[in-house]
């Protein structure tokens, strides 16, 4: 077939180590499939040219590329005049509305197999950033902020939790279906994280919307898939008692992303954990953790996240047998090669050696 053109930006740090490591991946898993085009952005850019995030890298993604991967930016604590994060700048300019995070592990801190999916909506709620200071008449300080929920955001992460659950159900069902030990019984199931039983209104219209969406449209949403409340403060109590009980979780993004940072404490270090930021024509897939400049330069960055991310990036793509193969090889270096994995894992090995461990596991 034709070739599918993907978008690498590695960015700064260890951006620059794992973005690679997950390209020799995606070129082991299918041969000749992907074009690759590397592009900048960047803080590092920034201090080179002026610009982090160059209207030549969206152009070429919006016109070239199926999909991309990012790697991490190191933005500054203090404020840098002109500076702005390119990867919020990109979710904005590409419309990817989910941030989508799978949380897995066979073996997680609960000693259960862990395998949830995280979805967080990406553009509202609190993260409008409309906020206001007013001094009162006494001079004490008072700030505001605007929470933005709309139906059509809503309903939009809302479809994309029921669609996702059912794309996890058949694969479950093919892994079975081959003899695989698959932990989840039954329905795949969405689970809704709101607070609405105190914000009635805000957090009432994404309860409703997501609700509405399961009733509608698509009859499989109702027949195919459990449906679950969960108010998020009990949700983050349930998730470290038992995370083996959910399977999708979709939430506002405040809320989704608090349960997000949380779950991954339940499946170890930071780089094992990938994420995607989905819309309807793009998928960016991105390690969650950051540029790591305590270890970059090293060698020793764990590529799994980068590596997981690729293979979400492929999963949006349609290519789910590239995918699985991509998180079985990953699962069984994890499981049974202690010894080559990198340092923050406990091991001596090298981001060359665990991209090679996973690639000779295909
Ligand atoms: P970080 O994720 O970069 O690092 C936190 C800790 O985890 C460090 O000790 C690091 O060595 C370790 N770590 C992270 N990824 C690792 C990997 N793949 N392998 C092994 N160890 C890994 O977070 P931080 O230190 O808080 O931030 C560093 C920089 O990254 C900051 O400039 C921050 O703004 C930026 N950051 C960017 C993103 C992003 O690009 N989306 C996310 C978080 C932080
Ligand atoms: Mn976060």
Partial sequence: GSKSTIG?????????????????????VAPNKFNFVHLDAGFEHFQKTGVALPDETVERLKGECAGALFGAVSSPSHKVAGYSSPIVALRKKMDLYANVRPVASPVGATGTPIDMLIIRENTECLYIKSERLETLPDGTKIAWADRKITETASKRIGRMAFRMALQRGAIREARRARGETVAWEGKPRVTVVHKSNVLSVSDGLFRESVLSVRNGEDKAFKDDVDL???????????????????????????????????????????????????????????????????????????????????????EHMGLDAEATRIHSAVDKVLSEQAAILTPDLGGKGTTRGVTDAVIKAL
């Fill in 8 to 28: 690498l930006i590695p960015a700064d740090g260890i951006g620059r180590e794992v973005i690679p490591a997950a390209r020799d991946v995606l070129e082991a």
């Fill in 228 to 314: 679950e409340e969960q108010l998020v403060d009990s949700m983050v109590y349930r998730m470290f008692r038992e995370p083996h009980k959910f399977d999708v979780a979709v939430a506002p993004n405040l809320y989704g992303d608090i349960i997000s940072d949380g779950a991954a404490a339940l499946v170890g270090s930071l780089g094992v954990v990938a994420s995607a930021n989905v819309g309807d024509s793009f998928v960016l897939g991105e390690p969650v953790h950051g540029s790591a400049p305590d270890i970059a330069g090293r060698g020793i960055a764990n590529p799994v996240a980068a590596i997981r991310s690729a293979a979400l990036l492929l």
